[in-house]
């Protein structure tokens, strides 16, 4: 599968929302055009109040580090950020030295999607994309990698860091033998581990394992967990098991401007986002409505699903003839670049936490509505 | 003045609010301990109506770049970022090549206040400050400076770009004169001119000239305009008036992570603080309320007040005995190094969009009691 | 075929020049290992006299300017270093801006064996290797490339330069029309083009053709041109044909650390190896030793050649009985990674401007002589 | 002091050598416009013996290995480089992280003469010059500085290092109990500490010390050692006590372009040098002949001389009139900023390994001469 994925940006591909009734909900190009959340909202209310300490030195910081601790059933280091680009750059930051490399998937948002992010937050270490069929690496393919490196001088870079999509790019997710085969490799080499977790809340909802296990329990060094797609209206945060990788992360952070003065209201995002299960809650909800969709889409004439619905993204090829009808009907996707020996064109159809039943139905509707 | 500042940060110098009488607000550490103004979260709620495209290509996006535009006379470009440091890194970065310097005050935020973030996003320019008695750059010894740099080759950095602040650090705001003569002699010299505005409404409520005066019709490329400490949540914009110096800028901002996914929830803060001139009516509160407080303190026996307050910061010499009975009775403010020959310490005192003439004579009642 | 290749700096996979017969040559693992050629001894020698201007203000480097222009029959800057990756990293740097990315073959030294120096010179660029069969590109897959380079939005590095490696890492040569095909290509899409000439002399030696033909006629912007495999002791230079790229080069030359004080000793280098086509003449040597090499080896039973010899490299898939068998005899070269389904190990043999008929000669013997 | 010093690039203030009778050596501006000493230049040709390994793995780079530690009198990792901003580059580049500060003199050539390359290698970290009268820190004025760090919060770099430079840019040389007191400072307070020695043999031969004693018992972690301005043709080396502090040197220096690939001609340049003492003979000499010019210019009318000459540099402040006669003598030697309050322009002359005492004699002769 191809990587090269057309950026949202490119106007002219994203297909916006028309006109027709209202109470459908349309715009399946990403789970980031959805709005924040309720709880979310009345929560960054609930911290408007009065004068409180800034950068950090605030109480809804201080209960987040606890809070976050208790997620994870241990003690961690908690770091806000209001993007995920800031938060994978940080975390590898922290991971590779500036003559590194770091190993991801191919399809990996790091490499593709961040314009180069990852390279400027470590000083010019280098992304080495390892081609899958599904988002997930191979651990044979990784190993190969790994001994090729043990073996290679000063003219290589040194391989610093592993870094897994969990969910991963095309909506699969890592079973935990999986996961913990490919960090097992990665970590016997001398390598670091980093999850990005945008869509973390994604693949636990799927799983149904603790957040433990899928993490430091599984050799994860430092996680970007993501609450933007999930609700939020700007929140992210560094999660930090190995505490020694937490040193001066405060200084990166703020030589990057990635330290809000107003902090409190980046906590109590993402306070708000963990309390009573809300993440869990609103994941489950995205991970259904995928599943909803990609049933439908499987009777689909025609349509040709190329991976597991194992999260909130559903990647499908439909004949140009559903594209149109899709589009005339108001419908929000992003086409892809059809992979070679596919008779239609790939796009991506992506649920969140405010998709309703509803809204797939009418979808699959319109679809079956074609003649 | 010694501009070695104690930071915020360092929590034991910061003297946190008291538990006495609720309505007076006792925190004058900074103009980032406030709140978010009741305005502009009613626009965060009202922007948070259905799916909306990412990454600004947003209504909300589109319209603040007419409205900065329509405030500035000018056709500008527009780039909201969420903190005062990512917008002053992401102008100078586009002002000054990496073997290049920035001449700036010895008391500037960017080179004193920002972990290096300049230093950063520029790729290793230098930053050198040159000294003064106000904060305000003086001609002659930036005409000097510039003359040393022409003569000097390859060996030495390029002088590349000034940066002046307006309102300055000390809270003084440099006249339409002084600003014309600085940006002169450093544009005749071939250097670009960035603001950091971060109290930029301060400086122009103080002099009531037009936002263009202050900005391009008096040679600025790129001005640091600044939302937060004016009652943002965090919101911050680069206004480029060089056109081409906004070439590639979204590139520069994504690969800094400062492209938020949900860009209408900074730009409806940005527009609405331009609406009805709430950011000059805040600003004029704030300046009102610092000069009510240093009108005050000139009268209180033992204080010195070493700047002109012409702005919302009032930088004051107490002796021990008075700061005691501040501390005593719950204010919050920042302690200073204190310059040498003078007797008693130098704090910080910044006012705000919502500190009350209660407030302040509240303080000032404090001092009167002191025998 | 594989691009991980075996760095020389792996010691146990270099076998190590034996004790036999002095006058063989028998070390075939690089150029680089070969002495200074006597010329160029000569030439530094006779610099050697009495106080001359440092940094670059000397008569050699100005007569090298002129020289170079001659050479190229075009008015052109040269910046002399002494390593290949100090010339190609700057000449990367002029090419892109720290948010692009360079096109490259995956086989290029700038991507394999330079530890990220153009990742650090250029402030964290992205290199991208294209796939192809023998270190050349192929047009189609660039074209490709560059389409949807062109869609891409500021999410996607910006696709900014090329880098065409002649001779190329497997010994093969680009054609004037396969070259002209593929900086054609780049140019339309808006890239700059650089060329890795550390064996610029061989592929120019194999051709026949001018070098202007070679370079600035076919499109390219930045030369890196090495004299160091082809018998200086350390010398390269930026050979800029578009003026404006060297703009600053001085400087960023500068801050690499990359300005000699005593420059009229890499000028002298240089000098001397354009001096009465002293850097044909090497060229030719080496290539006619690689080709006499070749045609032995093809006649070797059970020897596979997987490329065109070219240049002065010789890369041959042999049994482990035959490689025992030149390592006994005190032969050095290095060991490849072996493609697969080939039975035995990819070696590489490199001629040298000091490679005589009898040292290629004798390494084919201990060959023959092997049952 | 105004360390605004002119540029030897700046060529209009180069006084060029004349056309006067040869035999006199009349270029004062440097010591590197000096040749290569004979011994040095030998060894060149020695070492230019048959195929030799790369990259370092050669006998030269071995034994060098072994002499340097002989040399400090304890076990060191040497890193040979081509030229002394790189030397000072990697090395700052292992004692600072990039959100950091290096604490140096404000006259360092680190910060005036090394067109930002500290910040490059460094990634970024900030140099703060601290003023002084004679380039030697101010152990006070440091242990204020290293105090007021120390309170300092994420908002400001981190002090990390301190660079001193023995001899320093005004010719001074620390003494042994100077030196220990800023390095143990600098030590107590958590900071590295780096000794730019471009001059060191210069210093060694004042001081008549050990090289052990001037550094690692002194509390150096990394040593700068300079040996072109004494005789090489371009040759410099880190000299690492703290062991920790090589690890990924040599990656650190390959992705700078600084790792020759016929390094045993960086290697035999520095064994030479080092060999019977040459260096020390060579520093003995320059020191002597700036001894002897010193000792005359006190005794000529009209001329000041600010620092103490104790290495191999003079400063003085001559009337014009002697510097027209100098001049058109054919004496080479820099103008500098002239301080203020002195009627005259203050010149910097620097003697060699090859100043004899009629090339001093001659100078001073000229300015007697002048009624």
New interface residues.
């Given amino acids: 599968m191809n990587q090269?994925t057309?950026?949202?940006?490119?106007?002219d591909?994203?297909v916006?929302?028309g006109k027709t009734a209202e109470h459908i909900?349309?715009?399946f190009?990403?789970d980031?055009?959805?709005?924040?959340c309720p709880e979310i909202?009345a929560a960054?209310?609930a911290a408007?109040?009065?004068?409180?300490?800034?950068?950090?030195?605030d109480p809804w910081t201080e209960r987040l580090g606890v809070r976050v601790s208790e997620v994870f059933g241990t003690e961690v280091r908690v770091f806000p950020?209001?993007?995920?680009?800031?938060?994978n750059?940080?975390a590898l930051s922290a991971l590779t030295?500036?003559?590194?490399?770091v190993l991801c998937d191919e399809s990996a948002h790091i490499d593709?999607?961040?314009?180069?992010?990852p390279?400027?937050?470590?000083?010019?270490?280098?992304?080495r994309g390892l081609p899958s069929s599904d988002g997930r690496i191979d651990p044979d393919l990784l190993g190969r990698t790994l001994e090729?490196g043990a073996?290679?001088?000063?003219?290589?870079?040194?391989l610093s860091a592993l870094s897994v999509t969990q969910a991963t790019e095309w909506g699969t997710v890592y079973g935990p033998e999986h996961l913990r085969e490919v960090t097992g490799l990665a970590r016997a080499a001398g390598l670091a581990v980093h999850m990005d977790g945008a869509r973390f809340g994604n693949a636990l909802a799927h799983l149904g394992c603790s957040p433990a296990e899928m993490t430091w329990q599984s050799g994860v060094d430092i996680l970007s967990l993501g609450a933007?797609?999930s609700g939020a209206?700007?929140a992210e945060m560094l999660v930090v098991f190995d505490l020694a990788r937490a040193a001066?992360m405060?200084?990166?952070?703020?030589?990057?401007?990635?330290?809000?003065?107003?902090q409190r209201?980046?906590s109590a995002q993402l306070l708000a986002w963990l309390e009573d299960d809300l993440w869990l809650r609103n994941a489950a909800n995205a991970n259904e409505m995928a599943a909803r969709l990609a049933r439908g889409l499987v009777r689909q004439p025609g349509a040709v699903l190329p991976f597991e619905t194992e999260s909130n993204e559903v990647f499908v090829v439909l004949p140009e003839l559903l594209l149109e009808a899709l589009e005339a009907a108001g419908f929000?996707f992003y086409r892809w670049?059809t992979p070679p020996g596919v008779d239609g064109t790939l796009i991506r159809l992506v649920t969140s936490y405010d998709t309703r039943s509803e809204d797939v139905d009418a979808l699959l509707g319109v679809l079956a509505a074609v003649e």
Same sequence: chains 1, 2, 3, 4.
């Fill in positions: 090269n057309v950026g949202q940006s490119s106007g591909t994203l916006s929302e909900r349309r715009n190009a990403s980031n055009v959805a709005p924040v909202l960054l209310g408007n109040v009065g004068a409180v300490p800034s950068y950090g030195a950020v209001s993007t995920g680009t800031a938060c750059s940080l030295p500036s003559w590194g490399a593709n999607e961040e314009c180069g992010a390279e400027f937050f470590t000083g010019g270490a280098k992304l090729q073996g290679a001088g000063a003219h290589s870079s040194k933007t797609k209206l700007a001066d405060d200084r990166r952070q703020k030589r990057a401007g990635h330290v809000w003065s107003k209201f980046l929000g670049v």
